[in-house]
């Protein structure tokens, strides 16, 4: 008998359904495979990142009790999870073990209580009447807004001695028709360099950041507030890069007030309605305190990746977006059709873990946000937060 | 192309294997979305949870429903004197 073989896939040309049976199921097994083998890492993948949250929330409860109690080192066992405690200078070292493997270490730093809560919202207002406009807007009593710190105030760098502003009253002269009464600063080029190293600044006047089609930018390590006492002028966007946060505080400085410009001339004029109840105008005819978010005569969108804690009026004469948490302690005056703000709070703070330089804080001390250590290097384990600023 | 395998058994064999091999690449391919949706739910539950513990939500809804995440450990929050915090149980309880 004289019989062609069967496992020959092409024999002159014509196909043996036997052997193309067998090609086909390989391929396919092999696809079975590769599909199972896919769904199997993506399910490890997954189980892996629940494995690192539970540690993290093991880790934090954990050294939440220690703070609370005040213990000094404490270990606990939280299903197979073994973790343990250890009070240090600067905060809490945490490790967790899972199953008798290798811990994980975790640092929390010491903060000395919590930030105003108004930190961890995209908008707090005082008004309620501002939620027409500010519809997501959590709405406070005056006395819970946030405020700076009496002795972080004393201690901050006034940019009067500094190289990050200086005074350019052009600016002024080329917005209002008779400029302002009170000292005007810019940034200067530079400026990024000393916000780099986070903390308090003081500007004794107002701050401009000048008109600009390319946003004002500066790269942040640390988080940083910029307390403006006189009013904060916005001609352009303000981009903020890096980890660091960026926060304007506005407040009206002694002897000055805060209005609504109704007429958006930049001066106390008839018409315009005084923040604070029941007072009469007084200092400077542009007044105190508030932020002007655009000015006369530029027709653009503001993006601000920094925070804004107004005590006075808000003006608005440009679509703005707000990236950072949103205050208001006056009104809201809107100074051109096409005026408006969206508080997107993309950069806000942790309020419960986390401090805002130079603001008050309430509470007790306690472990501020989770960090991982390299477990490799246990010397990191005592870390600072943030890597040093290199020297200017 | 013509056939050259003419004989029956070789023809049933064959038609044989490729049913299986269909049969078994639809219920992998089953199984394997059912596993997918699995782990994309999951995925996304660890993500609002960790989205809740950095303060971009203040409120996930019933903490109930992240227990399947931590096979039966039930999670809730705690209130102490430095702050909220998230922990981890055993057995059933409430949380926010």
Redesign the interface.
């Given at each position: 008998m004289n019989r062609?073989p069967?496992f020959v896939v092409l024999?002159r040309?014509?196909?043996?359904?036997?052997a193309?049976?067998?090609v086909?199921?390989v391929c396919?097994?092999l696809?079975?495979l590769h599909?199972?083998a896919?769904?199997v890492r993506?399910?490890e993948?997954?189980r892996a990142?629940?494995d690192r949250?539970?540690e993290?929330?093991?880790a934090?409860?954990a050294t939440?009790?220690a703070?609370?109690t005040g213990s000094a080192s404490s270990a606990s066992q939280?299903?197979d999870r073994e973790v343990r405690v250890v009070r240090s200078v600067g905060g809490w070292t945490t490790s967790v073990a899972s199953g008798g493997g290798p811990p994980r270490w975790f640092g929390f730093n010491l903060v000395p209580g919590?930030a105003n809560p108004a930190f961890?919202s995209a908008c707090t207002v005082t008004r309620p009447d501002l939620k027409d406009w500010l519809r997501e807007a959590r709405c406070v009593a005056t006395h819970e807004l946030p405020r700076l710190a009496p002795d972080a105030l004393a201690a901050a760098m006034v940019v009067d001695r500094s190289d990050l502003c200086a005074q350019d009253p052009g600016l002024a002269l080329a917005t209002w028709s008779v400029g302002t009464e009170g000292m005007d600063y810019v940034f200067l080029r530079a400026a990024g360099d000393v916000l780099a190293n986070g903390g308090l600044v003081c500007v004794p006047g107002h701050l401009w950041i000048p008109p600009s089609a390319e946003p004002w930018t500066v790269r942040l390590a640390r988080d940083v507030v910029v307390a403006v006492r006189g009013n904060l002028y916005v001609g352009g966007s303000v981009r903020v890069l890096g980890e660091g946060r960026l926060v304007f505080y506005v407040e009206p400085p002694p002897g000055s007030c805060a209005y609504g410009d109704r007429n958006g001339d930049g001066l106390w004029s008839a018409g315009d309605r005084l923040v604070a109840d029941g007072g009469n105008f007084h200092g400077p005819l542009e007044g105190g305190g508030s932020a002007f978010l655009g000015l006369p005569g530029i027709h653009r969108a503001i993006q601000c990746d920094a925070g804004l804690v107004v005590h006075g009026e808000l003006h608005l004469r440009a679509p703005a977006t707000v990236a950072g948490p949103l205050v208001l302690g006056g009104g809201v005056t809107q100074n051109s059709a096409d005026g408006r703000i969206v508080a997107s709070g993309a950069r806000?703070?942790?309020?419960?873990?986390e401090v805002v330089p130079g603001m008050q804080v309430a509470?007790?001390?306690?472990?501020g946000r989770l960090r991982e250590l390299d477990r490799n290097q246990p010397g990191m384990r005592q870390q600072a937060l943030y890597q040093a600023a290199p020297s200017r | 192309m013509k056939p050259i395998a003419t004989q029956n058994g070789e023809r049933i064999v064959a038609m044989s294997l490729m049913a299986v091999v269909t049969l078994g690449a639809f219920w992998v391919r089953d199984a394997a979305a059912a596993a997918e949706m699995a782990a994309a739910t999951r995925e996304r539950q660890v993500a609002r949870l960790q989205q809740v513990r950095d303060g971009q939500r203040t409120s996930c809804g019933d903490l109930g429903a992240f227990s399947d995440l931590f096979d039966g450990q039930q999670i809730a929050w705690e209130r102490g004197s430095v702050g909220p915090y998230l922990v981890l149980r055993s057995g059933h309880q409430g949380g926010e």
């Open positions: 062609r069967s024999s040309g014509v196909f043996v359904p036997m193309m049976a067998c086909t199921t396919v097994a696809g079975l599909e199972a896919r769904v993506r399910a993948d997954v990142k629940v949250l539970a993290e929330i093991v934090e409860a939440m009790e703070a609370a939280v299903g919590a961890g806000h703070f942790l309020p419960e873990r509470g007790e001390p306690r472990p | -």
